[in-house]
């Protein structure tokens, strides 16, 4: 089975700019996070979505924001873009939405903001 | 809220030799365990999680963790090391009673010497 994939690997903006960021979840998972590791930090939870609705979302500002499919597959979508923003972006999937389920990470994809 | 606590940012240890990689916690309600292996330029893998029952939990690769409620710790250990568990690891814990809100630690950087 494939696991959680996710598009682009790469992506190189410039400020102001704004980027979609595209993840499809491994077949059956219901259950999308997004997260933003800065070089050098752990991941930081930004967005849950569950069945297309969000379920939760961490400190970030509103130029962050994410969207659900009916397939199941999610877009993050940042604005207005900082150099702060250079970051991988991780997707990660699970089954359901409760805290103590699996989620099944993506490879990320890498953004650099110049 | 809850956080956590990486005691340790880089441990080298040589190969076959045990290593204990420390990882406290905080939270004010129920939390689950997690932890997470990355190897360079890829996504999180799940190596082990606490979330109830047995305070020994066995992972894969070799690695356990020993959930400790009074000491809000949950240390991974592996009795011999080899080159190929070079890698980054952190620990993350979630709040029971919510959504997936998974908070990381900062990360361990695990080098085997040969």
């Known amino acids: 089975d494939a696991g959680v994939t996710q598009s682009p690997t790469h992506l190189i903006k410039t400020r102001g700019q704004h980027v979609t960021l595209r993840c499809s979840p491994i077949?059956?998972?219901?259950?999308v996070s997004w997260y933003q590791q800065v070089l050098g930090q752990g991941p930081q939870f930004i967005f849950q979505y569950y069945e297309k609705e969000e379920r939760g979302r961490g400190n970030f500002p509103d130029r962050f924001s994410a969207r659900q499919f009916p397939n199941y597959s999610s877009e993050l979508n940042v604005n207005a873009l900082l150099l702060g923003d250079s970051a991988l972006y991780l997707c990660a999937s699970s089954l359901g939405p409760t805290e103590g389920e699996t989620q099944y990470f993506g490879p990320g994809t890498r953004l650099l903001v110049l | 809220a809850q956080s956590v606590t990486q005691l340790d940012s880089q441990v080298p240890v040589f190969e076959e030799a045990p290593v204990e990689l420390r990882c406290n916690y905080s939270?004010?309600?129920?939390?689950?365990l997690f932890w997470y292996v990355q190897y360079p330029n890829q996504g999180l893998q799940l190596l082990l999680k606490?979330?109830?029952?047995?305070?020994l939990v066995k992972g894969i690769n070799g690695f356990e963790a020993e959930f400790n409620k009074s000491q809000t710790s949950f240390h991974l250990r592996k009795p011999s090391v080899h080159i190929s568990d070079t890698a980054e690891y952190f620990c993350a814990v979630t709040a029971s009673g919510g959504y997936q809100k998974v908070t990381f630690g900062i990360g361990t950087k695990l080098q085997v010497i040969p």
């Open positions: 077949s059956g998972h219901k259950s």
């Open positions: 606490y979330l109830s029952g047995s305070t």
């Open positions: 939270s004010s309600v129920s939390v689950y």
